[in-house]
């Protein structure tokens, strides 16, 4: 019956969506025609309706009717290489009353899904698709894979899918002639009208979960479909962990796992209690009528309230169904990640070391392009610093470092500074090697196995009268204090954030596009149509990493700025004067388009934080 009745709604809102831009582009004829009796501006305005409104019909319509969706993404594995996955999910479309998937993908998200090649607009139904995520094969147990496999097969026995078709050509039509239109007023009825589609297709489709949930329950019974939508969000954050933490960092520091889905099982399992605690509570989800799915606390309590199913529970975790799951989890990592010159290793303990001596880099890397600021040099390394600590120059140097801190204090505090560089240069000497955990941060151990800690020579080192002994002592250890030297003199867009973005802004009267970084802007040559914008910035976002990105157009590190003079704050105007003299004159224009309504709030407060830091510093 939902189906039904969001096939029904859907197919009215699309033909609305034609009829609504027919009827303002008769609008548009019509006032064309009054206006040839008013003078040339007045027909110039209906002209320009008439082209927008007629246009906007005829994109939307061909992105409507003509969409090509593209490859299917994942890895497909047949009946021949799964033949226990397959009977399985055969088993369990025969319980929800469908037709099975003539097609099995694994994919590499957090997610199972369904999809189907439907005709003439979802009405026919065609070549069915089943994509199940990997991170859910090594985390969930059968019985909890049969609920979320049985709620996706619950899309196709109430015709979901098809239905969903017919939606998805109309925010194609809506969206495809809301790009032609642009931001301007007159894509402001279609922007109205996109916001009623949504609101209706949302509704649907947060019915159509709750349905899907009917039949979850069905094959797999109460409690695997309540733990599983319980699990769902445990997996979720934990995977975002297990990237953020380890593999994220591996592959910038220029190594991949060989196979990161076991990686993220070790992971879990290692961490068992900790996912336990998270399984106690249910997400507190904020809710709004434009969510696609209801909460998941909402969708275990209405399964408790339907009468209880009881089936056997298969506490096998669900990747015994597939012989072989690592070979098959290296290729599907294979068809998803861009390896490029990166180095495919499955010792955790070899990325560790890369990874994590690359983040202690990084961090040695800021300190010694400030310590080189206050020096007034272009490098310097921990013999350096060494030396100028000795000079008595510890305190100026750790004024940089510690806000609000005395000359005296900044001395006093010193050795937090040093310890990071006298690691480093332990580690580039090989006398000290990380030691990888699931568990617990980053530790250093020494040529036995010791555990490392150099909180003493650090401090020994950054008193003046005891510099040489501490020279001495690293020499004992092994440690060559040449071996600790900046790598990147210069700062980049490593690790850095988009926080904003204003398109069409001037550099010294040059044309560009600019992103707001938390440590720099990004300028990107060229700007164009004053609409067009925030469609520039996101493009530029999708098509490049951030760093290589700042490589290849105009970066300005915050750091390298002395001081800044605002000359307007609406639209924003300011000069910047850097380190090496030059100043630069940058302006945003009363058409400019802003990445999200606060960018230029944004922009203006870190703009008086560097000016804050300055008069700061000048005023100790």
């Not at 699990?231 to 910038?252: C, H, K, N, S, T």
């Amino acid at each position: 019956m939902i189906a039904r009745l969001r096939a029904l709604a859907s197919v009215v809102m699309l033909a609305g969506f034609f009829v609504f831009a027919l009827a303002l582009l008769g609008l548009a004829l019509t006032l064309g025609v009054l206006a040839l009796e008013h003078g040339a501006a007045a027909l110039k305005l209906a002209l320009i309706g008439i082209f927008a409104f007629g246009g906007a019909i005829v994109v939307g319509a061909k992105r409507a009717l003509f969409y090509k969706p593209g490859p299917p993404d994942g890895v497909p594995v047949d009946q021949l290489r799964a033949p226990e996955l397959w009977a399985e999910v055969r088993r369990l479309a025969d319980a929800a009353g469908t037709r099975p998937p003539d097609e099995i993908r694994i994919v590499p998200e957090v997610n199972a899904a369904v999809s189907e090649d439907s005709k003439l607009l979802g009405l026919i139904g065609g070549r069915r698709h089943l994509y199940i995520g990997m991170p859910l094969l090594v985390t969930l147990n059968v019985s909890q894979f049969r609920a979320v496999i049985g709620h996706e097969l619950g899309h196709y026995s109430n015709a979901h899918t098809r239905v969903g078709a017919i939606a998805f050509r109309g925010r194609l039509a809506i969206g495809g002639a809301l790009q032609h239109l642009g931001n301007g007023l007159l894509g402001l009825p279609f922007r109205g009208y996109g916001r009623l589609y949504l609101l209706v297709d949302n509704a649907a489709s947060r019915a159509q979960e709750r349905e899907a949930d009917l039949i979850a329950v069905r094959v797999a019974g109460t409690h695997a479909a309540t733990s599983a939508l319980a699990e769902l969000p445990v997996i979720d954050a934990a995977w975002g962990f297990y990237l953020q933490r380890f593999v994220g960092p591996a592959a910038e520091a220029g190594f991949l796992p060989r196979d990161m889905f076991r990686g993220f099982h070790e992971m879990t399992a290692a961490r068992r209690d900790e996912l336990a605690e998270l399984r106690t509570t249910l997400p507190d989800e904020p809710t709004s009528v434009w969510d696609t799915h209801p909460p998941i606390a909402e969708r275990v309590a209405r399964v408790r309230q339907l009468p209880p199913v009881a089936l056997h529970e298969d506490t096998r975790m669900s990747g015994v169904l597939i012989p072989a799951l690592d070979h098959l989890g290296e290729q599907v990592q294979a068809a998803a990640v861009n390896v490029g010159d990166r180095r495919i290793t499955g010792d955790w303990s070899e990325i560790a070391q890369a990874s994590n001596t690359a983040a202690l880099q990084d961090t040695c890397d800021d300190i010694f392009r400030q310590i080189a600021r206050a020096l007034g040099s272009r490098q310097v390394g921990l013999a350096e610093v060494l030396y100028a600590v000795e000079a008595g120059r510890a305190g100026e140097l750790g004024e940089g470092f510690f806000d609000n801190a005395t000359r005296k204090e900044a001395a006093a505090r010193f050795h937090q500074v040093l310890k990071p560089l006298i690691t480093l240069a332990a580690l580039r000497s090989g006398q000290v090697h990380w030691v990888h955990s699931w568990t617990e941060r980053p530790t250093l151990a020494g040529p036995r196995g010791e555990p490392v800690d150099f909180e003493e020579l650090a401090k020994l080192a950054a008193d003046p009268q005891r510099v040489g002994e501490a020279r001495t002592r690293l020499a004992q250890l092994g440690i060559a204090v040449e071996q600790a030297r900046v790598v990147e003199a210069v700062a980049t867009a490593k690790h850095a954030e988009v926080i904003g973005g204003i398109g069409n802004t001037k550099l010294n009267k040059s044309d560009n596009d600019m992103l707001i970084l938390d440590n720099g802007l990004i300028l990107i040559p060229g700007g164009g149509d004053t609409e067009q914008g925030n469609d520039r910035l996101r493009a530029a976002l999708s098509s490049l990493p951030l760093p290589e990105l700042a490589k290849r157009n105009i970066f300005i590190p915050f750091e390298e700025v002395v001081s800044v003079t605002i000359t307007k704050r609406v639209p924003l105007r300011f000069t910047l004067v850097m380190r090496n003299g030059e100043q630069l004159e940058l302006k945003e224009g009363w058409t400019s388009d802003l990445l999200h309504k606060q960018s230029r709030e944004v922009l203006a407060e870190i703009l008086d934080g560097i000016n804050a830091d300055h008069l700061a510093g000048t005023g100790r």
